[in-house]
C-alpha cells in the first residue's frame, strides 16, 4: 500500500500583472491557508516521505509552508519543473519515477488545475472528490507495492478538505 497526498497551490497574488504565470507569488489568504493545511495534515498524521513540489513561486511557497508545518525541511523538498501547469498523465509517470529504494509510502505533491484536480478524480473516482479550490488536498490509498505501478486501479480517497473548512 501506498499513500498519496495531492495539493492544488493556496491562492495566488493577481496583483503584479508584469510577472509571468510562474512568478505569481501567494496572496494573504494563500499565505495564511498554507501553514492551516501543513497544521491539518500534521494533525491528521499525514506527513509523507517525500514532497514533490512545482517550481511556480505560488506552488513552491506552498509547499514550504507545509513542509514547516510538518517538520519538513525545506532542503528535503524536491522542485521540479515538470511539474508545472502538468496533465494527469504528466504528474502520473513523474510519480512512476520515484526511485523505490528510497522504500518512500507515502508522497505529496504540489501542483495545479486542471492536472490536480483531474488526477483526484481519476484516483479517487469520479464524483468522489469535491471542488478542488485554491489550497485542496486529497489523500488517496493506493492498492500497489511499487509506484511505478500506479495507475486508477486499486485506489481510493481516505481524505478530503480544503482551507475553507479549517
Not at 47 to 61: H, K, Y
Request: hydrophobic share 45%; aromatic share 4%.
Amino acid at each position: 500500500m501506498k499513500t498519496l497526498t495531492l495539493i492544488r497551490h493556496a491562492k495566488s497574488d493577481w496583483g503584479a500583472p508584469h510577472l509571468s504565470d510562474h512568478d505569481r507569488p501567494l496572496n494573504a489568504r494563500g499565505q495564511r491557508s498554507a501553514p492551516a493545511v501543513g497544521k491539518e495534515l500534521a494533525r491528521r498524521g499525514a506527513a509523507p516521505q517525500l514532497l514533490l513540489s512545482s517550481t511556480a513561486v505560488r506552488a513552491a511557497t506552498t509547499a514550504d509552508l507545509i513542509a514547516a508545518e510538518l517538520g519538513i525541511e525545506p532542503s528535503e523538498i524536491v522542485y521540479d519543473e515538470s511539474l508545472y501547469l502538468a496533465s494527469p498523465s504528466s504528474l502520473l509517470q513523474r510519480l512512476a519515477a520515484i526511485d523505490e529504494s528510497a522504500e518512500i509510502d507515502h508522497a505529496m505533491l504540489v501542483g495545479h488545475n486542471p492536472g490536480i484536480a483531474d488526477l483526484a478524480q481519476q484516483l479517487a473516482g469520479d464524483g468522489a472528490v469535491g471542488e478542488f479550490v485554491t489550497g485542496a488536498v486529497a489523500i488517496i490509498e493506493l492498492d500497489i507495492r511499487y509506484w511505478g505501478e500506479i495507475d486508477a486501479a486499486g485506489s481510493r480517497l481516505i481524505d478530503f478538505f480544503t482551507p475553507r473548512e479549517l
